[in-house]
């Protein structure tokens, strides 16, 4: 980007505008533009925006990303190596690879659908039928310059769509490959469960270690009345990656959304979740856990937003940190008047392997409610000693000693994942991970 | 095996022991007895090689070897044992998974081959019937939710898998009931052979009816100050410890203790 971001944002889209998906559409071409201007506006968000304060993306305006515009990819080689090493076994149903920000068939395999199930990939759900897609992309305003610039170069990502009813039983892995340094991919995905209809979604991000690449992402879930969606999100982006991501859902009455949030990769990684409950009754566990060493930056804001009564949110994060990483997590959980009956319980985790690693852990409630339950609890601790030496004492490496108990500590958050191969990934690439964080 | 010599040692600069002698030959069980705050934990923990004690003077040597630079995990392949006063609980750990990493680092130490699962398993039972454990105690995590006597058994389960030479168990008897006592007592004896030393820190005589010490010391300001047979045991049972006040110019002569 350099020097000047904005300016070189806005070039690239003159440059490319014409060549993204749907540009025919005048609905998009205008929503495109409308979001162009937001951002030109607003630009790029400094630490001194409060949502900002501990993040500073200052490495990412001066990086050497730009949006290209068929989507410059690397070699399929490449891709075909990291997209065998991140396949999951065995329960996944249905998966769709996108090899530098571009849907590609020949490394998917969509499986069999329900009647009433619709997976493909956004450019072609824009090309087939856009006005399915309409009403879950159009939007007013953006929750940040981020979202603005997705909406403007939004240029694939996956479409699901569930009628009412419908239940994949299988999950669905949407694996996002970046093999090619220097691109910066706009990915948006939307997934709609009508009522009563249900669905697992992983959203998997994995790139090649090395030069500066950037993934913004804007997902879009809506959970109608009674449906159920499962979300995790695997961010192993490459070491010199950055990766913003925006998980905005629409919660209506008694719908469930489950979702966990697992980083580990990247040089920047900023993840924003936000549920809104627009009908009573909803539920929502939000889980987390990052991993960081070197000079990474993990960042995860959320937001719970109970307007309407009888809502019970869940929220479970942790973090382990070694070297010099910094992390931060804002949870923020709002209780609107006349959400009686709320029911919320929030906490972070945090564990520092080293005397340089530093946390920012920012609970934020408020509740304009007066029947309600409302809990939150936030630490920052470092190994227990007790702990170590009972292990040493029983001839356990100090080394060995110190991975069970990291490995304990972020198994709490890996085994509330109900997808086996989810979670048996997760354990293998944690252990891989322990060696080099101290 | 065991030779302590004048051994000093401190915790945020304040002196626990003062010039601790003690000699423990193969076979041997000592009783180390004493009233709070005379220092008998800080011997188990400084002989286990927990790092926040401080040595400030003597030597520890363990078949002829000097202890005092090892790491825990090196004198628990060495041979030593330490059963925890309050044994620490693990979350996220499961008992079963700490036992097998735990023998099978031991046992690769002493260049013996690893067990596999169905090996380590038989092994465990075995052991475990002897210490009256529920098998699903293997599978929660180590010491979370365990009784104190689940606790303390599981303690000696932990010395009856890793064969130690030497094992000082502190204070494994405290806050046990009288059926407790003696499955652990029980377990204890089981290890007792000519070649297994064991040094039992307690701050109650009745471990001693079950679990018989060839020696008894009394330990009092970071020193023995009184070594004698068995019969110790049960005069300061009688006595308590309250003549260790007036006994305190014995101090000043160490008294050697464990010679034979």
Redesign the interface.
Known sequence: MRLDARSTCLADFARTADLLPGADLPWLARLRKDALDQFAQRGFPTRRDEDWKYTSVAALEQADVHVTAHGRAGSHAAAQVLANRCELAGDVGHVLVFHDGRYAPWLSAVGRLPSGARLASLADALEAAPEALQPYLVQETHASAFGALNAAFMADGAFLHLQRGTVLEAPVHLLFISTQPGCTHHVRNVIVAEAGAQATVIEHYAGVDGAAYFNNVVTRIVAAENAAITHHKLQQEGGGAFHVAGIEVAQQRDSRLASCSIAFGAALARTDIATAFEGRGCEASLDGLYLAGGTQHVDHHTRIDHRQPHGTSREHYRGVLGGEARAVFNGKVIVRPGAQKTDACQTNHNLLLSRDAEVDTKPELEIYADDVKCNHGATVGQL????L??????????V??RS??V???A??VIERIRVASLRTRLETILSGRLGELR | MLKITNLQASVDQTPILRGLNLTVNPGEVHAIMGPNGSGKSTLAQVL?????YEVTGGTVLFEGRDLLPL???E???AGI??G?QY??E????SNV??LK??VN??RK?RGLPELDAMDFLKLIKNKMALMEMREELLYR?VNEGFSGGEKKRNEVL?MAL?EPKLAILDETDSGLDIDALQVVAQGVNALRSPERSMILVTHYQRLLDYVVPDYVHVLSRGRIVRSAGKELALELEERGYGWLDDAAPAERTPVRAGAR
Do not use: C
């Open positions: 227990d000693e007790a702990q030496f009972y292990l040493r004492s029983r001839g356990i490496d100090a060995v000693a069970l108990l490995q304990a500590f198994q709490d | 286990a090689g927990r790092d926040n790491a825990p995990e004198r628990a392949r044992f330490l925890f044994p620490v693990i979350p996220g750990v998974h700490l990493t735990a680092n031991v130490h995590s932990q890793l």
